[in-house]
Each structure stands twice: as structure tokens, then as C-alpha cells.
């Protein structure tokens, strides 16, 4: 399948009064034209800082991409210059977040918002521009489109507002659509239909999809690939089946037993004890050594690599990694050294 974003070896980093916060520690994966990409993991694991590298939206001079490639059209975007970056902005790769309301303007009409990318990128007369306004309006589930266009943001619910952001998002025909806790802040009723409608427009326009969220549910929905990340680095990527049946990663399957579901009674569900390790200094070895119950001595000492398991499958692990002798006992394991 062509990739259509390829990012190698992310480093980024943030200046503060503290010390220098390492929040992306060599993060690699591909996106797929056409499909979804969910990225997961705890609060501050560095998703959302892997997405705003993409986007070119680390806030200089405190943020940095220190190292690493982000590859997109045979280009570095890590390397681009803020003026290259904004034609790319919304015009390749569009991004929505949480909240509707940051990216939507209180005192400007819903059709003027919405046609100003067109208008600007790709040179649309204001006619073909509105023409186009309205078919996305429609395309996104908004009823009479004729008079919506006129209406401001006040006049919308959180839902609809979500679904004019993803129409905006869109307008310009991206080949990459970023979606940062896009149904965060909706009911669950609502969120189910901005889920149907993500694969919905998938569908008809072969955008490929990041979805960020730290909503397991939101990923089971929606996901054709999942990488889940833990502390600035991702522990495991693989298929949909593959990390919701058969994870690997001691830290996905934490994750996994510590979100209700319907089949699992309430005293079923296992909170990963412990708390995500300090970014501005981090550990030596495996981030998640000192919350794994299969800790062994080289987890500490050295940082897994990743080990293929099977076809999209791979996890950053020790347990499964040949030369920690797979398949052996943690008590066997626990006495390797040597490397
Ligand atoms: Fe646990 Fe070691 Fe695997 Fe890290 S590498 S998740 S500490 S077993």
C-alpha cells in the first residue's frame, strides 16, 4: 500500500524553566493512503506532540524538533520553512481539534469560514467557492445548507459545530486529515455519528486519517492500524485485531484491562498502578520498567528495539525480542546480561 506520510526517528524536545522536556524520544511509523491511523496512549505520552510536528506547529523558539525526518511528497517537513509549511497547512494536511470553537470564528458567518481556504489556496471565484461550500456542507450531514451558510457558530450545537470543522478540514481535498480528540468533548451519541461520518468521508474522498485519543472505544470504531505510544516513544503498532486480541506490549494489555467494556464485569478492571516516568529526565531501558510486572534486569539497563511478530504487527519489548530469549521464563530471562 503507498505511504503517504513516512516519519523516522522524531525527536522533539521543550525548553522550560525546569529543564529541557523530552516529549517525542524517536518515534517512527508510516501512514497509508486511505487509512486510518489511530495513535493512543495516557495523557502527556507525546500523541499529540507526534501530530503538531506533523503539522509544523511546535511552538518555536521553546519547542524543537531535534532529530528526525517527516517525509511527505519527497519532502522533509521537518526541515521546511514556516512559509513552505502554510501551503502545506490545510491544503495537504488539515488538522481538527477537540473543540470546535477554537478553530471556528464567533463573528464570521459558517459560509465565509468555510470557503476561505478555497478561496485562497486554490484561487475559486466566490461562486464556485460557495458552490463548493454547500456540497461539503451537505456531504457532512448539515440540513438545509442554503440557510446554515449564512448562520454564525452560536447558532449550531457542539456536534454540528464538529461537523462544519471536519467539512473546513476538507474542503481543500487533503491527503492527510489529522483529528486530535475529535469527539473528546461530544455525548456519546453525538460522538457516534461523527464516527460514521469519518468513514463515511473516508469512503468518498480516500483521505488517510491520524486519529489521536486516548478513547479505546473511539479506536475499536474506527481504526484499520493502532500505535500506541508511552512516554514520548511507541510500544506497540499493529492491526485493529492484533492490539485489541492479541497484544504483546505488557503496557497495551494494561491499557486494555483498564477501560470499561460490555462483556467485563465493574471489579474486572485492572488500573496500571504507578505513574508515567518524568520526561525531563528519562529513564534509561524501557520507559515502563517500573510499572511491568515482566520487568527483568536488561529492561532497565537498555532500551528495547522492535520485534516483528506478524504481517503489521510489531511491539518494542524485551519479552519478545530473540536475544532476551523468547518464550522463556521471566526467572530465565531476568539473568540475561549481555548486551
Ligand atoms: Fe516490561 Fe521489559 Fe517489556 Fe518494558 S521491555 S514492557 S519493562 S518486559
Redesign the pocket.
Known amino acids: 500500500m503507498e505511504k503517504v506520510l513516512q516519519i523516522h526517528d522524531l525527536h522533539v524536545q521543550f525548553s522550560t524553566y525546569g529543564g529541557a522536556v523530552h516529549a517525542v524520544r524517536g518515534v517512527s511509523f508510516s501512514l497509508h493512503r486511505g487509512e486510518t491511523l489511530a495513535i493512543v496512549g495516557e495523557s502527556g505520552c507525546g500523541k499529540s506532540v507526534t501530530s503538531q510536528s506533523i503539522m509544523g506547529l511546535i511552538p518555536a523558539p521553546h519547542g524543537r524538533i531535534t532529530k528526525g525526518q517527516i517525509l511527505y511528497g519527497g519532502r522533509d517537513l521537518a526541515k521546511l520553512k514556516e512559509a513552505d509549511l502554510r501551503k502545506i497547512r490545510g491544503v495537504d494536511i488539515s488538522m481538527i481539534f477537540q473543540d470546535p470553537m477554537t478553530a471556528l470564528n464567533p463573528t464570521i458567518t459558517i459560509g465565509e469560514q468555510i470557503t476561505e481556504g478555497l478561496m485562497q489556496h486554490q484561487r475559486l471565484s466566490k461562486s464556485s467557492a460557495k458552490a463548493k461550500g454547500l456540497e461539503y456542507l451537505k456531504m457532512v450531514g448539515i440540513a438545509n445548507p442554503d440557510i446554515r451558510y449564512k448562520q454564525y457558530p452560536h447558532q449550531f450545537s457542539g456536534g454540528m459545530r464538529q461537523r462544519i470543522v471536519i467539512a473546513m478540514a476538507l474542503i481543500c481535498e487533503p491527503d492527510i486529515l489529522i483529528a486530535d480528540e475529535p469527539t473528546t468533548a461530544l455525548d456519546v451519541t453525538i460522538q457516534a455519528q461523527i464516527l460514521d461520518l469519518f468513514r463515511k468521508i473516508q469512503k468518498q474522498t480516500g483521505v488517510s486519517i491520524i486519529l489521536i485519543t486516548h478513547d479505546l472505544g473511539v479506536v475499536a470504531q474506527v481504526a484499520d492500524r493502532i500505535a500506541v505510544m508511552y512516554a514520548g516513544k511507541i510500544?506497540e503498532t499493529g492491526g485493529r485485531r492484533d492490539i485489541f486480541y492479541q497484544a504483546r506490549?505488557?503496557?497495551t494489555k494494561g491499557l486494555l484491562q483498564s477501560v470499561p467494556r460490555l462483556d467485563r464485569e465493574e471489579g474486572d478492571l485492572v488500573p496500571i498502578p504507578g505513574t508515567p516516568p518524568d520526561l525531563f529526565a528519562p529513564p534509561k531501558?524501557?520507559?515502563?520498567?517500573a510499572r511491568?510486572?515482566?520487568?527483568?534486569e536488561?529492561?532497565?539497563r537498555l532500551d528495547?528495539e522492535k520485534t516483528h511478530i506478524q504481517d503489521a504487527h510489531f511491539v518494542?519489548?524485551?519479552?519478545e525480542d530473540e536475544r532476551a530469549g523468547r518464550g522463556s521464563s521471566t526467572a530465565e530471562k531476568s539473568t540475561i546480561t549481555n548486551f
Open positions: 510500544a506490549h505488557p503496557y531501558g524501557c520507559p515502563f520498567t511491568c510486572d515482566h520487568a527483568m536488561v529492561c532497565a528495547p518494542n519489548c524485551w519479552l
